[in-house]
Every structure is written in C-alpha cells, then in structure tokens.
C-alpha cells in the first residue's frame, strides 16, 4: 500500500509536463500500431530545477545496479518506461510504467526516485539509451531523448531493401521530398542482433555519433533529439517514407518516376541542410 506522502508525489508527478508528454506520446504511438504489447522504450533526460517543482526531495525508494557503467551521466535524472510495460497503459498508470531514475556517482547504479511501482524496473534497452545519450549529448548539448520503437513499415522495409546505409538512407529521402531537410545525415542501421543487451547498447551508439536515427533489422528504429517532439518527429518520417517505399513497391506497375540526385541535391541547398557527403 502507498503511503499518504506517496500518493501526494503521484498527484504533483501527474502535473508535470514531462510526465503528461510521456503519457501523450507513448499512447499516441501505441495507436500508431508501432508499440504492441510492451514494444518501445524512450528515456527523456530532466533537468534538477524541472523535477524540482514536482518531486521535493532525492529519498531514494531502490537502487538498481546496472552491468554497463555510464560514469559520463553521473548525476543525471531521466524519466525512462519500464520494462515489460505496455505503451498502451501508460496514459492510466504513469507511476507503474514510468520511473524517474537518478545515475549513480560510479555509474554503476541508478537511484529509483519515483514510478516503476511494485518491483518494476527501468526499460531492458537502458544500455542501447544511455550510451546512446552519452554519444549525443557529446554531439549536441540540447540533446534529450532516445526513442525506441517498432515502427511497421521501416521493420517491412529491413526485409525487402538492401541494408546498405547509403542506399537505404537515399531510398528514404526520396520517398518523400522533406525527408532529406529532416534527417539530411541518412540513418544508420546495424545487422541483427539480440535486443536488450550491451553489445546492441554498444554498436547502437556507435551509430548515433553521425546520424540520431538508427535502424535495428526486423526489430525496429532508434531516434535521438533535442525534445520528444523532435525524436518522435525523426521516426514518424522516416517511417512515413518507409511506408510510401512499401506502398509503391507493392504496386504492380512499379516506380516510374522519383527525385533525382540532383533535386536532392537542389533540396539539401534551398533548406541550407548539409547531406550526408558519403551518401550523396
Ligand atoms: P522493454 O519492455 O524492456 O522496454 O523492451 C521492449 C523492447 O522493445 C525491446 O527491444
Ligand atoms: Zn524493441
């Protein structure tokens, strides 16, 4: 049973912006058909001073340990889904599906400060999201948010397109004409390998130091940004030229016509985006 204090905590917590845009997003993703059953996990970096105003004091309800240390977040707070929660419950139990952790000084834990209520635990891809922060926040000091999920149509196209980077990435910005204007860095993919470990962790941030998306085979994508928005914003296109790629694939009369390199070049000028020099 929570106590008093407890449900006092919740009550603040519930009135906090970055609680409500976890509630909003995850559930707008689940009717996305992109995060069935517990699929998906995002992990959004706060600020102290935000948290602050919602959460009185640092009392610590559990530590967890972590078995890959993350000494360059030491210090910061995130508010990260829980494993094994669905995307789909969130919006109805924030204080089960989602915790607020805090990194160890070592690293090598997190303190448990809000959420993940009964026994929960923080998302099973931590290490593919904290390293990934890591890699980012080196990059782009506004970054944080790392967004994972199974978006349908970029997972169809891993098993029909090549997974070459460069011709996957120019597929994309040709499906639809922003594409290149949003992700001008193409995306990175990585070959299959077993979700919720340390080596996809790895490799997963390895990707992030040249472009915010990174595609995971059969599985699902990965996206960086500076704000929920503008993680979620990453995926929906990318998926949305995905699906316009499956589309046209499927049609029986093929492709007739598309951007050329040049109007993707013409593009890339007029929006002031650099592309990626090794894809185009
Ligand atoms: P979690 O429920 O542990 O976050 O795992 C979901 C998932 O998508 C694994 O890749
Ligand atoms: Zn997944």
Not at 120 to 138: N, V
Not at 195 to 220: Q, S, Y
């Amino acid at each position: 049973m929570k106590t008093i204090q407890e449900i006092e905590t919740d009550l603040f917590l519930l009135d906090a912006p970055f609680v409500k845009e976890m509630m909003e997003i995850t559930y707008n993703m689940w009717k996305f058909n992109w995060d069935e059953r517990n699929g998906g996990n995002i992990s959004y970096l706060l600020h102290e001073e935000e948290i602050r105003r919602y959460l009185r004091n640092d009392h610590v309800l559990r530590t967890i340990p972590l078995d890959f240390p993350v000494k360059e977040l030491a210090g910061k707070y995130f508010i990260v889904t829980g494993s094994g929660k669905y995307f789909k419950n969130v919006k109805a139990s924030p204080a089960e599906c989602l915790g607020i952790i805090k990194v160890s000084e070592s690293g090598q834990s997190v303190d448990l400060l809000w959420g993940l209520s009964g026994d929960g635990k923080p998302t099973s891809e931590l290490s593919a999201h904290f390293r990934s922060h890591i890699t980012r926040l080196a990059e782009d000091p506004n970054h944080r948010v790392i967004m994972h999920t199974h978006a349908t149509n970029i997972i169809a196209m891993t098993f029909t397109h090549d997974l070459n980077e460069k011709s996957f990435s120019k597929t994309l910005w040709k499906m639809c004409t922003e594409c290149i204007v949003v992700f001008p860095e193409g995306v990175g993919i990585l070959p299959w390998m077993v979700p919720g470990t340390d080596l996809i962790g790895e490799a997963t941030a390895d990707k992030m130091r040249d472009t915010r998306l990174v595609i995971w085979p059969h599985h699902g994508i990965l996206g960086a940004g500076a704000s929920i928005d503008d993680a979620f914003g990453l995926i929906e296109t990318a998926e949305k030229a995905a699906q316009v790629y499956m589309l046209v694939s499927a049609h029986q009369s093929g492709v007739k016509q598309s951007i050329t390199d040049d109007e993707l070049v013409e593009l890339a000028q007029a929006f002031g985006v650099k592309p990626n020099s090794k894809f185009i």
